[in-house]
């Protein structure tokens, strides 16, 4: 069963979350030489972005990752790529190194080539020490939706890769995501949520693996030890 911790409020939440995974880096650089980082996108992650980018470490040696990304040009508005940049890649973390996983110069006509954009992608993919997910109001998490076509293949614990191109039929945007299996190879799995419909999703995937709520198979695994932070 996943850790489930509620905060009185996002500010709270935000710096509890950043204070466990300041800490969970340190404790991977005292045992080498890097520590990998990859965070989920969208608005929700930003306050804890700027509490993290605070932190005291050594973020020379902290390598900051992507759990997935929508197939734009970086600086497209819904670039997870600009919004890494803006708020986390500030202050302290400026220092940290910065794994991409679209590159800068690839415009809407390359990007259109989608195993050119996975080979890049796979070139800089370095497997996660820490993981901070999030979850959408359908249950997905990374970029693996409920209906998208891709969905077997992301949950299947013998895919060939350790990220995928998925086409959500829910969202817009292609995108390229973490499987199933590399969230699982992840020491840290961190879940932010927030608000009564998320919280209603959330007891619903945890009653059981269902494609209908795909972060089910994250907080059903028996791989991952998933701390869940929770304000209203």
């Known amino acids: 069963m996943p850790t489930f911790i509620q905060t009185e409020n996002a500010a709270q939440s935000a710096e509890k979350l950043a204070l466990a995974v300041a800490q969970n880096l340190r404790d991977t650089l005292e045992k080498q030489a890097h520590a990998t980082l990859a965070v989920s996108g969208g608005k929700s992650p930003i306050a804890f ?37 803006q708020h986390l890649l500030q202050n302290q973390a400026s220092a940290a190194k910065y794994l991409p996983m679209i590159a800068d110069h690839a415009d809407e006509g390359s990007l259109k080539n989608i195993n050119q954009a996975i080979e890049f992608a796979l070139q800089n993919y370095v497997q996660p020490d820490v993981l901070v997910l999030g979850m959408g109001a359908d249950g997905h998490t990374a970029s693996i939706f409920p209906q998208a076509p891709q969905f077997d293949d992301a949950i299947r614990a013998d895919y060939p890769q350790t990220l995928i191109h998925t086409t959500p039929v829910t969202a817009p945007h292609e995108r390229i995501s973490m499987t199933l299996a590399a969230i699982e190879a992840t020491p840290f799995v961190y879940l932010a949520i927030a608000g009564a419909e998320k919280k209603a999703v959330y007891e619903q995937a945890l009653l059981k693996k269902s494609q209908e709520y795909p972060i089910s198979y994250v907080l059903n ?9 929770y304000n209203n």
């Open 221 to 229: 695994s028996e791989k991952v030890n998933a701390n869940v932070f």
């Open 49 to 85: 972005f700027q509490a993290l980018n605070q932190q005291d470490l050594d973020w020379a040696r902290v390598q900051i990752a992507l759990v997935d990304e929508r197939v734009v040009p970086t600086s497209h508005a819904d670039s997870n790529t600009g919004l890494v940049r």
